[in-house]
């Protein structure tokens, strides 16, 4: 049985730091493309990050880019996602999601953790 179990998330104000984990269970994890995304109230799930299997690539949603780090530790199983320099508009809930390379869609997600970023 897949698991994929988020943690990290909490209340900051604009301007501070947060890193979410992801700790996986129930697959070969270092065989997967693991992603993040979130969801905010009344809005469609979207595109965070990307990391390859190996780990040598990563692609970021615009958004993001040059505020958050995705990374990964294949000997933990665990994936994880620094936030830095948050605003209110990345208040959402955060999934963690894996991905067999070369596929499109993420077969796995996780339950998701609460984000809140105060103006």
């Known amino acids: 049985q897949v698991q994929l179990v988020e943690s990290g998330g909490g209340l900051v104000q604009a301007g501070g730091s947060l890193r979410l984990s992801c700790a996986a269970s129930g697959l070969a994890f270092g065989n997967y493309d693991m992603g993040w995304f979130r969801q905010a109230p009344g809005k469609e799930r979207e595109f965070v990050a990307t990391?390859?299997?190996?780990?040598?690539?990563?692609e970021y949603a615009d958004s993001v880019k040059g505020r958050f780090t995705v990374s990964r530790d294949n000997a933990k199983n665990t994936v994880y996602l620094q936030m830095n320099s948050l605003k209110s508009d990345d208040t959402a809930v955060y999934y963690c999601?894996?991905?067999?390379?070369?596929?499109?869609?993420?077969?796995?997600w996780g339950q998701g953790t609460q984000v809140t970023v105060s103006s």
């Open positions: 999601a894996a991905r067999f390379p070369l596929r499109n869609d993420y077969a796995y």
């Open positions: 990391i390859r299997w190996s780990g040598r690539s990563t």
